[in-house]
């Protein structure tokens, strides 16, 4: 058992006895409110409708292509350096698998380090990486975080391409980011709360989750509250920045405020599913049913694909297309180093649920669109 984890269970076992109390008074009361609204209003019916259609699109067949079809071949001996901002995030291992498969096929070699979750960490690692005069870099560090090593390898003329970088995809010159690759925030958040805003026909009671260190996860929860306040028949009960790094110890006290403020039911939609990993048992603990706080969350995780799949409190997950978002990381590096622009490709927003979670890859717990990504890079690149 981690530290972590043994952290955790301290937390949930002091707090039960607030959350359990904190049903008995007001879950129930809650429940019999929500029982007695009264219908929506037409306009609503109309912002409902919208959404249901949304995500009839963003849940369907990802079969279409529609990245690049030209580029540049090609030239086989470049050294890549990928700094994660946390080795322990898997879709941040994830991405530097698929990087590691793609530079293979045009006789590249990409190195990973370790930015370890801290910015002090992402500086060191930085560092190391301009040390090893790489011919590009690859990062999941908050750019705006490490400005000082990313304006020297900017001098430098080493181009540095971002995944979730920055808050939006696309270069970002005043970041020295020579692209930044990332499904967009701002479709993401939407797709969070029109998932709500469908499971519940428009009368959902949710919280928003997110951590404001990050500057996609800003975006991220901006997108979902302004999408969510389009349902006036909606309440948005509570938007709650909770430090990633705090996890363990936060969860817990949430959902027994959360229980003991609002009453159930209520939706949470958060910028990543990682927080579920310990709001979820605390949750079960205290006796809150998975009907009465349904959980959507954003990144794909294993974890958020058991949850889906089991019904255990999670309804849907926006991921991230770790494998294509790879090889796309590849491809505008190669455009980079050959001087030619970036391609502009923005990968659309899927949304896992119950009824697709064995499409699309999701058999293997992960998104892997069904495009021919693969064979569509390497035609660009000239590989046989």
Same mark, same amino acid.
């Given at each position: ?10 937390? @949930? ?36 409708q919208s959404a249901i259609q949304a995500n009839q699109q963003r849940t369907g067949p990802q079969s279409r292509w529609d ?7 090609? &030239? ?16 941040? @291992? ?24 801290? &910015? *002090? ?119 709650? *920045? ?16 959360? &229980? ?57 997950? @926006? ?45 293997? *717990? ?16 000239? @590989?046989?």
């Amino acid at each position: 058992m981690t530290r972590s984890e043994r952290v955790f269970i301290l937390c @949930v076992a002091g707090l039960l006895g607030v959350l359990s109390s904190a049903l008995f008074a007001s879950g129930q009361s809650e429940k019999s409110a929500s029982a007695a609204a009264q219908s929506i209003s037409s306009r609503d019916q109309a912002v409902v409708q919208s959404a249901i259609q949304a995500n009839q699109q963003r849940t369907g067949p990802q079969s279409r292509w529609d990245g690049p079809t030209s580029g540049l071949k090609a &030239v086989a001996g470049k050294k890549i350096i990928y700094v994660t901002s946390d080795s322990r995030d898997a879709l941040q @291992v994830a991405w530097g698998r698929a990087m590691e498969e793609a530079a293979g096929k045009v006789g590249w070699t990409v190195t990973t380090l370790d930015g370890q979750g801290t &910015v *002090n960490g992402w500086t060191a690692a930085f560092g190391q990486a301009i040390a090893s005069q790489p011919d590009g870099i690859v990062t999941a560090c908050d750019a705006a975080s490490i400005q000082g090593p990313m304006t020297d390898a900017s001098s430098r003329k080493i181009p540095v391409i971002g995944l979730q970088a920055a808050a939006n995809p696309g270069p970002d010159p005043e970041l020295h980011l020579w692209d930044n690759i990332s499904s967009s925030g701002v479709e993401i958040g939407k797709a969070l709360a029109d998932s709500i805003i469908a499971d519940s026909n428009g009368k959902g009671r949710a919280i928003i989750l997110y951590d404001a260190q990050n500057a996609i996860a800003k975006l991220k929860a901006e997108a979902m509250k302004a999408e969510f306040a389009k349902c006036a028949s909606c309440t948005l009960l509570d938007s709650v *920045n909770s430090p990633l790094a705090e996890v363990t110890i936060q969860m817990p006290q949430l959902a027994s405020s959360w &229980v003991s403020r609002y009453g159930t039911p209520f939706y949470v939609m958060t910028i990543t599913d990682s927080y579920y990993d310990f709001l979820v048992p605390a949750l079960r603990i205290g006796g809150v049913k998975p009907e009465d706080a349904k959980l959507v969350g954003a990144g794909g995780t294993v974890k958020a694909y058991d949850r889906i799949r089991k019904g255990d409190y999670q309804i849907a997950t @926006v991921p991230e297309p770790s494998g294509l978002q790879g090889y796309q990381a590849i491809d505008e590096m190669n455009r980079a180093l050959s001087g030619a622009a970036p391609s502009g490709f923005v990968s659309p927003v899927y949304v896992v649920t119950k009824q697709n979670i064995d499409t699309e890859g999701g058999s293997q *717990n992960t998104f892997d669109p069904s495009n021919s990504y693969k064979a569509e890079y390497e035609k660009i690149w000239g @590989v046989q």
